[in-house]
């Protein structure tokens, strides 16, 4: 009798072992899932990005909208975090901890961390902000100004920091919360239009060639302060002048004028007095913004 009642309470132990054994596996296997599903559709979307780039034609709002890579790292990091959450909460309860009493206990957690971690707390809803407006997007040059002035190429808006990269290829951090002012460089840069002045009676073949390539030359010298290759527009006359003037533009980091305004400048000032010793700086005007003509 004995016996027969003990063997019955170690099957019931060993049986019900063995079905919380399973249960506990099957969690483990659904995190695994989750988390691999998760990973794999950031990884896809990353690479669709990196295309659209690369090629011709892209992917509609993947092309047109990079920030769509960081709302999918956004709702992917939500949903792994909430499966591990649910996890834990489900493991515990096959403890015997009751599942309600869990999640009452983290909302408490958690609503007394949001109270003392009110930094973060803005971190977050301007980090959301910037995700879901127009004030900047992935591979935008943008001047961020806060506490400090920061110029750079964003690589990254998340809900904590913005990631810029700078004009000295380091990557930085910007706390959202410290994120007063932003101003875009939607073309990818600071435009810069160099008009050069040819003088009277020069060959203007060779003066436009001579400007040309310098100009090239600049491109191949400064590549990470001249983003793209220099555009030479069409030989203009000057209105009531003798002359004829050719625009140069230069597509450049902000901030880094003095390239154009100084080197470039000096090397057609120089260029320019083989055919009229007495060319002068000023005949060597240097604009910036969306102009249009040359």
């Known amino acids: 009798m004995n016996s027969t009642f003990i063997g019955r309470a170690y099957g019931q132990f060993f049986g019900h072992a063995a079905s919380i054994g399973w249960r506990l596996l099957l969690i483990v296997a659904l995190v695994l899932v989750v988390h691999v599903a998760v990973t794999l559709v950031r990884r896809v979307t990353e690479l669709l990005v990196r295309r659209s780039r690369d090629q011709s034609g892209g992917f509609g709002f993947v092309t047109q909208k990079p920030k769509f890579v960081t709302l999918i790292r956004l709702v992917g990091n939500c949903v792994t975090y909430l499966t591990y959450f649910l996890a834990f909460g ?17 909302s408490i957690i958690g609503l007394a961390i949001s109270f003392g971690s009110q930094g973060m707390v803005q971190d977050m809803v301007i980090g959301l902000t ?3 407006s127009d004030a900047m997007d992935v591979g935008d040059i943008v001047e961020i100004s806060g506490t400090t002035i920061v110029i750079g190429r964003v690589e990254e808006i998340g809900l904590r920091f913005t990631k810029l990269v700078n004009f000295y290829n380091q990557r930085v951090f910007v706390p959202n919360r410290t994120i007063a002012n932003v101003s875009r460089f939607p073309s990818g840069g600071m435009d810069a239009w160099v008009h050069v002045q040819i003088p009277a009676g020069a060959d203007k073949t060779e003066a436009a060639q001579t400007i040309e390539n310098a100009a090239r030359g600049m491109w191949r010298q400064f590549g990470t302060i001249i983003l793209s290759e220099p555009g030479i527009g069409e030989m203009r006359a000057i209105p009531d002048a003798d002359r004829d003037v050719l625009c140069v533009h230069f597509k450049i980091w902000p901030g880094q004028g003095n390239v154009v305004e100084t080197t470039f400048r000096q090397q057609m000032v120089a260029a320019m007095r ?3 010793p007495n060319y002068a700086d000023w005949q060597v005007p240097v604009t910036y913004g969306p102009v249009t003509g040359s």
């Open 90 to 106: 489900f493991f515990l309860e096959e403890l015997g901890v009751n599942l309600t009493a869990y999640l009452a206990s983290a």
């Open 274 to 276: 083989s055919f009229q």
């Open 130 to 132: 910037l995700i879901f």
